[in-house]
């Protein structure tokens, strides 16, 4: 049961990075030793692992393509939803107070509502339509910061 949720999360990886069938990576290129192992994947003959693999790469060539709808910035949602140098910028209407705790909301003009998801970084302020820059760390993370300040918040979207 284990290998079949492995190989769920994979395929899904596999067709949510918009692969085509000649950017297709094999199972063994993807994974490393460790995981490959823990999949029970070392368990296959080669033959069984080139049809798992054909099988995958054709999953993925035919998988349709999510795409937002136009219009809609969908960046924040996916860990793979932006790139270094994807910062989203927009500013608070009215006057703005910092955050103080995890949990605390945070609603931009732009329409998007993102949460403060770390309490180890407080920001008590007292400012007018500041600008807001949110900018993607690593593994899907996204930090927010008001210009003019060098404290920042670990955040998550939530609209």
């Known amino acids: 049961m284990r290998s079949l949720l492995s190989l769920s999360v994979l395929l899904f ?22 995981e490959f192992t823990a999949a029970g994947l070392d368990k296959l003959s080669p033959e069984e692992l080139a049809a798992l693999n054909a099988w995958i790469a054709q999953k993925v060539a035919t998988a349709p393509a999510t795409a937002a709808p136009a219009g809609e910035d969908r960046r924040g949602f996916l860990a793979s939803s932006a790139g ?5 910028v927009s500013s608070i209407d009215g006057e703005f107070r910092g955050w103080r705790e ?13 949460e403060v998801t770390e309490s180890t970084s407080r920001l008590v302020v ?6 807001v820059i949110i900018e993607p760390g690593m593994l899907g993370a996204w930090y927010l910061r008001i210009d003019g300040y060098n404290t920042r918040a670990k955040v998550v979207r939530i609209k």
């Open 126 to 131: 007292r400012v007018q339509n500041p600008t």
């Open 102 to 114: 995890k949990g605390d909301r945070i609603v931009l003009a732009n329409g998007q509502i993102w």
């Open 13 to 34: 990886a596999f067709a949510a990075g918009g692969a085509s069938a000649q950017q297709f990576s094999s199972l063994e290129e993807k994974m490393s030793h460790a």
């Open 84 to 88: 270094p140098g994807d910062a989203i």
